[in-house]
């Protein structure tokens, strides 16, 4: 069964769980209240999506001002999401591991690349009350500017 869908701006998202990369579980649905900031990214190991949560891990702080939880997610298992995570220096931005049932998350938002097996490189940005207020799917080899996720939340 196919579950993709289009997710378009005013959207209310698909709740989800999904594991972080210390194998605890992030419910979409348990952050109402606060806007989340999805940042997908094809694959852990790869310089362009290193680069991209390193980005988005040098603005927690920004984030947390704007009452914004940021993640990262992927198609990866998460001891592979974890030692990247600390291979890149990550202490403040979990990251979430689509792995299994393999990007369900990432077809539930209609992201997922059937062809490659994995996620676009897209930020998905949800707002305090469940709906989508922002998204954007990025070429692959292409570093998604911050600038833009942050105009956004200062609206």
């Not at 999805?38 to 790869?46: D, R």
């Amino acid at each position: 069964m196919d579950n993709t869908r289009t997710l378009k701006v005013g959207d209310i998202a698909p709740d989800f769980v999904l594991k972080d990369h210390h194998n605890h579980e992030f419910r979409l649905g348990e952050q109402k209240g606060k806007r989340v900031l999805l940042s997908f990214h094809p694959l852990a190991w790869t310089p362009v999506c290193g680069e991209q949560m390193k980005d988005i891990e040098s603005q927690a702080a920004v984030f947390a001002g704007l009452n914004t939880m940021a993640v990262g997610l992927s198609v990866d298992s998460v001891p592979s999401k974890h030692a990247w995570a600390k291979s890149i220096g990550l202490k403040k931005t979990p990251l979430l591991s689509d792995f299994w049932p393999h990007g369900q998350v990432a077809h539930a938002l209609g992201l997922f690349r059937e062809e490659d097996g994995f996620s676009e490189r897209a930020n998905v940005l949800i707002d305090e009350h469940g709906r989508v207020a922002f998204i954007k799917i990025y070429p692959i080899p292409e570093r998604p500017a911050l600038e833009e996720i942050l105009a956004v939340l200062k609206g």
